[in-house]
């Protein structure tokens, strides 16, 4: 796990390689075993390949989302808050182990931000999403997770890079 957060960066170019059925099997399977608070599950996932939908998500809100028109796959993280309080936590764990089940399979991923994003000045941009994937309104749009293999692979963030100062021991001053 160490040698994958050593690796990881985002990844906002990709190849246009397709992801292989048993690539995406292994990537359903890791989403689904992310912990939730009192494994209340209050996730859903859209798996998004098709690129007209993918390139409709890539203008889901005017920064920071593009790059979705060049990835293979979309995984769009959807949160029911009536389910669990927690859903925010909950999706956002779901992301990251999905990004970094992606690390281990040679794939790039970068998380796209929905949640309090606008499409443009009167829409949201999970109302957006919404409307492109026609998901329920009683569904939350917490992020989309773009993924493909990737076209440029920077170094991971050096050891001596990492902010050392953000961790304090036993008490805070
Ligand atoms: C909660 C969260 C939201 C993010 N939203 C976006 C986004 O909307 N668009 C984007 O291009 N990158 C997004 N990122 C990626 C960050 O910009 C990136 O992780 C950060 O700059 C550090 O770069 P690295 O992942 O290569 O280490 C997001 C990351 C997180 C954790």
Known sequence: MLDILRKRRSIRHYTGQAISPEVMEQLREAVLRAPSSRSLDPWEFVFVTDKALL????????????????AALGVVVLGDEAKADTWIEDCAIASIILQLACESLGLGS???QI????????????????????????????SVISIGYPA????????ENLKDHK????TYA
């Open 55 to 70: 390139a409709q998500l890539a203008t889901a809100k005017p920064h920071g989302a593009h790059f979705l028109r060049d």
């Open 110 to 112: 970068c998380w796209v």
């Open 115 to 142: 949640r309090l994003r606008a499409f443009d000045q009167s829409v949201s941009a999970e109302e957006r999403v919404r409307q492109i994937l026609n998901i329920p309104p009683h569904l939350r749009v917490e």
């Open 152 to 159: 440029k692979s920077p170094r991971g963030h050096a050891r």
């Open 167 to 170: 961790i304090r021991t036993d």
